[in-house]
């Protein structure tokens, strides 16, 4: 008998979410994570298709019990419309980043390369900087940050998840 350790069971979900496009909307979904004590790993939200209609990208952190008391919470709100846990290998998660590197005469050339490598777009140069806007995984942004801290990040800035099935299936309201 293998014995599995709860650890192990522990994982980041991403949850779609459909919510009324409404003031207090956000302030109440954040409002229950608080008051249940579950953290927010990410969070983004923006306006739909239908202008009543805003998207919830919500990463959170945890095992299987705890993602479903999430799901059954949001669920009473009243400004949520429906939610779907999205599945690792069935949905494409990108991520956007800004980030203001230290840079001088003898390491810029160097900052863009890098820049260039991870399909990155430089945009904005000064005297002593270089902003660079890349957008991927997470992974990718983390493997972009790593080969430029040598050089000194002095600001950064990044959106959060955000996600949406492959193929043709659509969260909906009418779910």
């Not at 949850?15 to 979904?29: D, F, H, K, M």
């Not at 298709?49 to 919470?73: F, P, Y």
């Not at 490598?117 to 660079?132: A, E, L, N, Y």
């Amino acid at each position: 008998m293998e014995i599995v350790s709860a650890e192990l069971m522990v994982k980041t979900h991403v949850l779609s979410v459909l919510v009324e496009n409404r003031a207090g909307t956000l302030s109440r979904v954040a409002g229950l994570f608080s008051r249940r004590g579950f953290n927010i790993d990410s969070l983004t939200v923006g306006e739909t298709e239908d202008k009543d209609i805003s998207r919830m990208t919500i990463a959170v952190c945890g095992d299987d019990s705890i993602l479903e008391q999430i799901v059954k919470q949001l669920g009473k709100l009243v400004d949520v419309i429906s939610i779907r846990k999205l599945d690792d290998e069935l949905c494409i998660k990108r991520e956007i980043m800004l980030v203001k590197v230290r840079a001088n005469e003898q390491n810029r050339s160097a900052i863009v390369e890098v820049a260039a490598i991870f399909r990155s777009r430089v945009i904005d140069i000064s005297t002593s900087t270089i902003t660079i806007e890349a957008t991927g995984s997470s992974d990718k942004l983390d493997g972009l940050l790593q080969l430029l801290r040598p050089y000194g990040i002095l600001e950064m800035a990044r959106t959060g998840l955000v996600a949406l099935e492959r193929g043709p299936k659509v969260l909906s309201k009418d779910e």
